[in-house]
């Protein structure tokens, strides 16, 4: 089984205006009392990475991957390197808008500035991973963005985000994991009914075929399952609780408790 981590960004809202680093500690270790095994950073509320990584150590939590620095400049290289190797990881993440993505040509564009990206990390021991929207997923004559992007790239890897990979139920998730799996190092799993206006739901209750979406990923390939709710029809909190103990109890991730 893979082990499970959350996305950070899915707490925010714990962090309201005038917070205290301490608050974002108090998050942390909610996150390790639920019993996921690792967490995946968008931003470090005050800390240094490598404060980040102390605190993380001593709760027991992994860092699976982080979104902090988004990768998009050449001019961000010491940075990357710098921040990677205070969390102790061997990547680094990029994503793009949905005019990167927009025609052929953008998508050239697109690519050719990544594959340079992707030289200068690889150049410093780092792996270049990218994380998807539902954008890579649209069709543009007959062919989806990322396979036209997939062949102007052959050296990037995937985080693929799976319920965004449907499209807003345009796609078979199951089928976009499949046909990008060589590629996936990490997964992101979310729910809901595919609809951008409707909020999204905990795992297990909605319309993703979750154990099937999972099954799809190449275990050679892919190291985590990272659970991300944008945002939900219920409180958060309880949201991420719901999500953990369904992923937990099928057998379908492992967990700390």
């Not at 996305?7 to 309201?16: A, D, F, I, P, W």
Request: some cysteine.
């Amino acid at each position: 089984m893979y082990p499970i981590s959350v996305q950070l960004y899915s707490l925010r809202g714990m962090m309201q205006a005038g917070y205290e680093k301490e608050d974002f500690v108090q998050v942390l270790k909610w996150v390790a009392d639920i019993g996921y095994k690792g967490v995946e950073p968008a931003g470090f509320w005050g800390f240094t990475p490598k404060e980040f990584k102390r605190i993380t150590d001593d709760l027991g939590l992994e860092i699976s991957s982080s979104h902090s620095p988004w990768f998009r400049e050449p001019e961000q290289i010491q940075e990357i390197v710098d921040t990677a190797g205070e969390l102790g990881l061997r990547t680094a993440c990029c994503g793009f808008g949905p005019n990167d993505f927009k025609s052929p040509e953008d998508i050239k564009r697109t690519a050719g500035k990544v594959n340079k990206l992707r030289e200068l990390a690889a150049q410093n021991g780092l792996t270049l991973f990218q994380h998807n929207h539902a954008w890579e997923f649209a069709k543009l004559d007959g062919r989806y963005a990322y396979d036209i992007y997939l062949e102007l790239c052959p050296d990037i890897k995937f985080e693929i985000d799976a319920y965004w990979s449907a499209n807003h139920g345009a796609n078979d998730p199951v089928e976009m994991v499949r046909r990008f799996r060589d590629r996936c190092i990490l997964m992101h799993v979310k729910d809901g009914t595919f609809r951008p206006e409707i909020p999204m739901l905990p795992l297990g209750t909605g319309k993703m075929d979750i154990p099937a979406v999972i099954a799809a990923a190449d275990p050679a390939v892919n190291k985590w399952v990272i659970v991300e709710l944008d945002n939900c029809v219920i409180d958060m909190n309880y949201a991420l609780k719901l999500s953990y103990r369904y992923m937990v109890s099928n057998g379908i991730c492992a967990g700390n408790k």
